[in-house]
């Protein structure tokens, strides 16, 4: 887990729900942009990478199998427990795992009695040309929904104590 949000009263955890960030992984190098970039505000390099044709892109594929096989262990162990796991991601991410696996069964309105939520962020620009961060969308789904999504089955319950253990 991420993070966890808790209400507590008297150092007693009362009820929480977790909170998993997923940002997108990267393939290839930047070390070669990143040369370029600082030859072109003028700052000296020591090297002459930034002569390399090397690239780099993101690893859509990679990260959603991780983070839906990670979702699927952890979101049965939260609902075990009668609890809520929170997903943030991207839109574009989004996007992504809704165009590469199965998605169609999962609630496009967020239902408050599902164990699984997905939180889709967008970064809009403003009229001043600042960006802001902005909640897209919110999905939700439970267990066998995120089992469905890439075909997992597979089981992984922690029991409510141990995780507000001290």
Sequence with gaps: MDYFLVSALNN????FVGIELQTLDTTGTVWPERQRLLEELGVPTEDNQSQSQKTFGMNWK???KTILIQLHHKIETFE????K???VIQDCFLDYIQREFSFSHISHQAQLGDSMHIHAYQMTEQPDHSLRLALGCRLSTDVEGIARCSGLQAEANIELEQI???
């Design 164 to 166: 507000v253990k001290p």
């Design 80 to 83: 075990h427990i009668n609890k």
């Design 62 to 64: 990679m990260t959603a």
């Design 85 to 87: 796991l929170v997903l």
């Design 12 to 15: 007693k955890v009362k009820d």
